[in-house]
T-cell receptor, first 113, second 113 residues
Framework: GENVEQHPSTLSVQEGDSAVIKCTYSDSASNYFPWYKQELGKGPQLIIDIRSNVGEKKDQRIAVTLNKTAKHFSLHITETQPEDSAVYFCAALLSGGYQKVTFGTGTKLQVIP | NAGVTQTPKFQVLKTGQSMTLQCAQDMNHNSMYWYRQDPGMGLRLIYYSASEGTTDKGEVPNGYNVSRLNKREFSLRLESAAPSQTSVYFC????????????FGDGTRLSIL
C-alpha cells in the first residue's frame, strides 16, 4: 500500500521567513496530493492541492511543488505570519477502487513573532 | 455554512460501553469518511461511504461499525469500547470518491477508561 513520510515533525521560523515541509510517497500510481492545515481543537482544512499532471501550484503565500520522478512533494510558505502556526499534513491519494488516501504524520509549525 | 457537523464534541466512556458518533454534512456531498487521529500517527481511515447506501472498510475498521443513514448523515458506532479506541475521531465528506478534496468536521474527543 501507499506510505507517506513527512519531514520535519516540528519547525520553528521567525515571522517573515519561509517555511518548507517535505513529503515522500511510495506508490507511483498516486495522482492527487492535498495539504491540510489543522489548528488547535479544529479539524484539518484543505489549503492547497496539486494533481500529478502539474509540477507547481501557487496561491498567494503558499505553493506546492511535485516531483513525480523522485516521488516527493513540498509545501512552501513565504513571508510567514503568526497565524500560520498550526499542524500541517500532507496526503497522497491512490486512484483505484476507492479513494485510497494516506496522510503524513504532520508537521507542527511555530512562527515566532 | 455549517459544512460538516460532528456530535458530541467530547465523550468519556467506560470499557465495554457502547456509543454512536454522529456526523452530518450540508454540502450535498456523495462520499463520507470516518478517521481517527492519534499522536504521531496522522489520520487513519476507519470506514468510508462512497455514496448513499454503500459502506466499506478502511485501514483500521476493527471494533467499529458505520451506517450511512441518508445522503447527509454518516454515523460511527463503537459496540464495546476499549481503551485502545481512545482517540480523536474526524468525519469528512467529499463531492466524489476520486481525487476530490475532503472537508472535515472539528472532531469528537473520545476517552475510554
Amino acid at each position: 500500500g501507499e506510505n507517506v513520510e513527512q519531514h520535519p515533525s516540528t519547525l520553528s521560523v521567525q515571522e517573515g521567513d519561509s517555511a518548507v515541509i517535505k513529503c515522500t510517497y511510495s506508490d507511483s500510481a498516486s495522482n492527487y496530493f492535498p495539504w491540510y492545515k489543522q489548528e488547535l481543537g479544529k479539524g484539518p482544512q484543505l489549503i492547497i492541492d496539486i494533481r500529478s499532471n502539474v509540477g507547481e501550484k501557487k496561491d498567494q503565500r503558499i505553493a506546492v511543488t511535485l516531483n513525480k520522478t523522485a516521488k516527493h512533494f513540498s509545501l512552501h510558505i513565504t513571508e510567514t505570519q503568526p497565524e500560520d502556526s498550526a499542524v500541517y499534513f500532507c496526503a497522497a491519494l491512490l486512484s483505484g477502487g476507492y479513494q485510497k488516501v494516506t496522510f503524513g504524520t504532520g508537521t507542527k509549525l511555530q512562527v515566532i513573532p | 455554512n455549517a459544512g460538516v457537523t460532528q456530535t458530541p464534541k467530547f465523550q468519556v466512556l467506560k470499557t465495554g460501553q457502547s456509543m454512536t458518533l454522529q456526523c452530518a454534512q450540508d454540502m450535498n456531498h456523495n462520499s463520507m469518511y470516518w478517521y481517527r487521529q492519534d499522536p504521531g500517527m496522522g489520520l487513519r481511515l476507519i470506514y468510508y461511504s462512497a455514496s448513499e447506501g454503500t459502506t466499506d472498510k478502511g485501514e483500521v475498521p476493527n471494533g467499529y461499525n458505520v451506517s450511512r443513514l441518508n445522503k447527509r448523515e454518516f454515523s460511527l458506532r463503537l459496540e464495546s469500547a476499549a481503551p485502545s479506541q481512545t482517540s480523536v475521531y474526524f468525519c469528512a465528506s467529499s463531492e466524489g470518491l476520486l481525487n476530490q478534496p475532503q472537508h472535515f468536521g472539528d472532531g469528537t474527543r473520545l476517552s475510554i477508561l
